[in-house]
């Protein structure tokens, strides 16, 4: 929108969150609840956009996208404080200001539109955003004149019974003429409850100067919700998760149980993929078509390309599973592994920095932590490389085509060499070349009748 700039309010602590981290850092589906909210307005394309920060201002501002601009409030005394704190950023802008809370992250782009088109249209110099709830406990109230105008606004703290029966509540959200907020701001007192600037004031401050006070009421109450404590959280939760798995499923994404299924707002999903209860989806993982999660998989920051299959309760970290390849059951990617196209990680197998070429197999009960692992190589059940040695990791190179026995260990650092077998239970200490036996069993002895004459001893020594 031409025009239009925007001041989002971040500063406070969020007291009632009982948190010694400030309510918009506190994550919804994944990410800080401002970023909701900045997002949201930043689809309005505004010229120009500050965030007001107080609490822990250096991470808040750390996380600000590109071009908004912070505007510190160091002492937090209320809303329209903050306000001020935000208009000084905006040096002589004159335009439409859309001004908004950062906990009301619910509240979506097109409602934000909304409010600015009436705001716009009927040349208001205060246009309030505000929604009809069957609790509106705790909200400030819309009060209305005999013509249904918008009077002023009463916190709930400082309503009257009569005042508190009212259900249209102050969503937190306002378009003001940039030059009439600056001009109320002057005349905003602490004279309540709080002992707060209230920002609420400029309504019946402007309407007593003869300015003109929109109220702009949302036909989505729902997304009214304020963030005060982690209940609130708990709610917005809820709500922003069913929004993204909807999102998905409109693209062509199965999702059996949605809402046992649980996708950060930051994944993205290709269609056909087939997601089953219990999933937990997260960072900013990518996963590809055709993709099946079975129940119960813990994924953070990681890729799953076309057709890759985690059979279930299986934990990838900060990892890549390449086309067609299948995880799981019970498998753990630690960070930094790989597992090439067609490969497969199964039960109890964990990797840490793990590089598993394609069509490698390590199917049952291994550690492959520091690896390099060739095409085709078979990893036998119980292989581990023993990666420490209490100072320093070293790496395991296996080179393609090798097979694994069951139950080896690879004192690391070493290297196996194409196509080389590694006989079950070896110990390798050291490099192996290519299309060698590699063996460091000690020989069999059988001791013929030995386990029947040492039952018999040990039946006599009984009896005496
Ligand atoms: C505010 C409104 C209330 C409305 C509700 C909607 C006021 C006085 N009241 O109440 O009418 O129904 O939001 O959710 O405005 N903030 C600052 N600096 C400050 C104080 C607050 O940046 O000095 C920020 C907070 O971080 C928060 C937002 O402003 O993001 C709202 O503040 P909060 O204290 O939560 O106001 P409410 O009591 O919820
Ligand atoms: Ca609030």
């Given amino acids: 929108v031409k025009g239009l700039a925007v001041i989002v309010l971040a500063a406070g602590l969020g007291t009632r969150m009982k948190s010694s ?7 919804i589906a994944g990410r800080p609840m401002l970023l909701h909210t900045l997002g949201n307005a930043l689809a309005l394309k505004p010229e120009k956009t500050v965030a007001v920060v107080g ?76 929604a009809h709830l069957a609790d509106p406990a705790g909200y400030g109230r819309i009060i209305r004149g005999g013509d249904g105008s918008v009077q002023r606004i009463v916190e709930h703290k400082d309503a009257t019974a009569a005042e508190r029966a009212v259900h249209e509540i102050n969503t937190g959200t306002y378009c003001f003429k940039a030059s009439a907020l600056k001009r109320a701001l002057k005349e905003v007192r602490t004279e309540n409850s709080q002992g707060e600037f209230y920002l609420t004031d400029v309504v019946a401050i402007t309407k007593k100067r003869g300015g003109t006070v929109l109220g702009v009421t949302t ?89 890759a299959v985690v059979k279930g309760y299986s934990v990838i970290e900060s990892s890549c599973v390449d086309e067609g390849a299948q995880i799981g059951p019970f498998s753990h990617l630690r960070p930094g592994s790989r597992v090439g196209a ?23 009960l291994s550690y492959l932590g520091d690896t390099v692992i060739g095409r085709d190589v078979n990893i036998g059940a119980g292989t581990i490389t023993c990666n420490y040695d209490g100072f320093n990791k070293y790496q395991t190179i296996i080179e393609d085509g090798v097979f694994v026995g069951s139950d080896t260990q690879f004192i690391a650092p070493v290297r196996v060499g194409r196509g080389s077998v590694v ?40 009896k005496a």
């Fill in 219 to 307: 036909d989505r109450p729902e997304e009214a919700l304020g963030i005060n404590s982690r209940v609130d959280l708990a709610n917005a939760e809820k709500t922003v998760r069913r929004r993204v798995n909807e999102r998905h499923m409109r693209s062509g994404v199965t999702i059996i149980d949605p809402d046992a299924t649980y996708i950060d707002a930051g994944v993205m999903i290709g269609a056909d993929t087939v997601i089953h209860p219990g999933n937990h989806i997260t960072g900013e993982t990518v996963i590809g078509s055709g993709v099946a999660l079975f129940p119960g998989n813990f994924i953070l920051d990681s890729t799953l390309k076309d057709g």
């Fill in 21 to 27: 981290t400030a309510k918009v850092l506190h994550q």
């Fill in 423 to 462: 006989a079950a239970g070896t110990t390798v200490t050291k490099d192996v070349p290519a299309d060698a036996l590699a063996i460091s069993r000690s020989p069999q002895v059988n001791r013929e009748g030995w386990a029947r004459k040492n039952r018999q001893e040990k039946a006599k020594g009984k």
């Fill in 55 to 130: 609490h822990q201002a250096e991470k808040v501002i750390g996380l600000l996208p590109e071009g908004v601009t912070a505007a510190i409030q160091k002492e937090q005394l209320g809303t329209a404080h903050a306000a001020s704190a935000g208009l000084k950023k905006l040096g002589g802008f004159t335009g439409a200001l859309l001004l908004c809370s950062g906990d009301t992250p619910l509240l979506g782009a097109d409602t934000f539109r909304r409010l600015v088109q009436a705001h716009q249209k009927a040349g208001a110099d205060v246009s309030v955003l505000t």
């Fill in 342 to 364: 067609a490969a497969r990680v199964g039960n109890f197998v964990e990797l840490k920095k793990a590089l598993l070429a394609e069509g490698v197999k390590a199917s049952h």
